[in-house]
Nanobody, 121 residues
Framework: QVQLVESGEGLVQPGGSLRLSCLAS????????MGWYRRAPGKERSLVARISAAGSTYYVDSVKGRFTISRDNAKNTVTLQMDSLEPEDTAVYYCYTLLSTAYDSAYRVYWGQGTQVTVSS
């Protein structure tokens, strides 16, 4: 079974920085997309950023210029560097990946456990 383990939970003041990381492990054959969703209080989960196997990136408008997504294909990790954080960034952040396994050639979505990011003075 594939597992995604996140790290980087924290409390930071406005203007500060945090770095979230996610490690995928298990019988992984190929990883297509990796990225991050978030769920703010009282809102539905929404896409923050994603990166393809070739390195193409997408960012939601509200984080452009402040967040940077990257991946290490050899280590099956994806990282979200968050700078100039704002109170509106407060949310539970979920890592996700679209991958295939040694036992299933179809690409399926897997999710991390979620990590709390709180931006407050």
């Amino acid at each position: 079974q594939v597992q995604l383990v996140e790290s980087g939970e924290g409390l930071v003041q406005p203007g500060g920085s945090l770095r979230l990381s996610c490690l995928a492990s298990g019988s992984i054959a190929s990883i297509n997309l990796m990225g991050w969703y978030r769920r703010a209080p009282g809102k539905e989960r929404s896409l923050v950023a994603r990166i393809s196997a070739a390195g193409s990136t997408y960012y939601v408008d509200s984080v452009k210029g402040r967040f940077t997504i990257s991946r290490d294909n050899a280590k099956n990790t994806v990282t979200l560097q968050m700078d100039s954080l704002e109170p509106e960034d407060t949310a539970v952040y979920y890592c996700y990946t679209l991958l295939s396994t040694a036992y299933d050639s179809a690409y399926r979505v897997y999710w991390g456990q979620g990590t709390q990011v709180t931006v407050s003075s």
